[in-house]
């Protein structure tokens, strides 16, 4: 019953409608002025804070309140503001995700306990922080972690600036058991995964594919800076009209998790650097069922798909901006230029 109740609380909250015409520093506002002053002294950081670039997606020690630590109107508040930080989709994504840590926690019988004594397993185990002042004219940020999640944003003048890095994983990839079986969160991603690679021919596939072993990781991990990975594969330029359909389908897959006018703009960076300098590679199995991993890349994006823990069930997702994670160009320019 414990369970059940833990998978509702949650996700009632998270299916609250938020108005998206205010701007996002104000829905930041709203939620801080939920907050006593116990929980805005483990929120707050300042923006020039070496916490916010610590970034992790595992079953971690982390800092800002949870779920846990809110009533019924804070966390109201947290979840409009993630609802604004995010599409529609990439909100259901992040609570889908959430949500099967109730499943792992019957999978593993909730025996895998945290350092602290609490269960590793918890939907509610998601943390906020908070970087800097949000206000119209300030630049700040703000993060959302937990167990398969992690997301990082920066904004100013109420509207965001940088959202990477963006991370998005599931465990289990597919649900194998139970109320939920056959449920893929991720299930895009590796389906048009397949379809591209699918679509191509002998040569391309020599091109794209630089190894019939899959990475048991992300190559990026953690890491707080990146760079383009080596071999790239096979470039958008060298594909059909089909195939480069495909391509696109799957590199929007990613974008679309983004609130709308910050997708835009990626998207902007992304063709103005030139599609034709984006490229798709592979690693292991061909088909469904067995290891398998994808990277797109190009000068300013980097896009990593793995799927081989757990017997290929485990899928890991990250989304890089090589010249504006954490925000690092935009706000190096504005001290730049303030001083």
Not at 111 to 134: C, K, Q, V, W
Not at 203 to 221: G, V
Not at 237 to 256: C, G, H, I, T, V
Not at 285 to 297: A, E
Request: proline fraction near 4%.
């Amino acid at each position: 019953m414990r369970l059940k109740k833990l998978l509702l609380l949650p996700f009632c909250i998270l299916a609250i409608a938020t108005g998206r015409s205010q701007d996002l520093h104000t829905f930041a506002q709203t939620f801080l002025h939920t907050l006593n002053a116990d929980l805005l002294e483990k929120i707050q950081f300042k923006i020039s804070d070496a916490e916010r670039f610590n970034f992790n997606y595992v079953p971690v020690a982390r800092k800002g309140p949870t779920f846990n630590d809110f009533n019924t109107e804070q966390k109201e508040a947290a979840t409009n503001l993630l609802k604004a930080s995010l599409s529609q989709e990439g909100f259901r994504k992040a609570s889908e995700i959430m949500a099967l840590e109730n499943i792992l926690a019957v999978l593993e019988n909730n025996e895998r306990m945290m350092p602290d004594g609490t269960p590793m397993r918890d939907a509610l185990n998601y943390h906020f922080s908070i970087f800097g002042e949000p206000a119209a004219g300030e630049f700040w940020g703000w993060r959302f972690e937990g167990h398969h999640v992690s997301l990082n944003f920066i904004a100013s003048k109420g509207a965001i600036l940088s959202a990477t890095p963006s991370f998005m994983g599931s465990n289990p990839g597919t649900v194998p058991s139970g109320e939920s079986k056959g449920k893929q969160v991720l299930k895009k991603e590796t389906e048009i995964g397949f379809e591209l690679l699918n679509s191509l021919s002998e040569k391309q596939l020599a091109q794209a594919i630089f190894s019939n072993e899959a990475p048991y990781e992300i190559f990026t991990r953690n890491h707080r800076t990146v760079s383009n990975l080596e071999p790239k594969g096979i470039l958008f330029a060298d594909l059909s009209e089909e195939q480069k359909a495909s391509f696109q389908k799957l590199l929007n897959l990613y974008l679309d998790n983004y609130e709308a006018r910050f997708s835009k703009s990626l998207k902007t960076k992304i063709e103005e650097a030139g599609f034709n300098n984006l490229s798709f590679a592979w690693a292991g199995s061909q088909k469904p069922g067995q290891g398998h991993y994808y990277h797109i890349q190009g000068p300013t994006i980097l896009i990593e798909y793995d799927n081989i823990q757990n017997n290929a069930n485990h899928v890991h997702t990250v989304v890089r901006d090589l010249t504006n994670d954490f925000g690092q160009d935009i706000l190096k320019d504005h001290y730049d230029h303030s001083h």
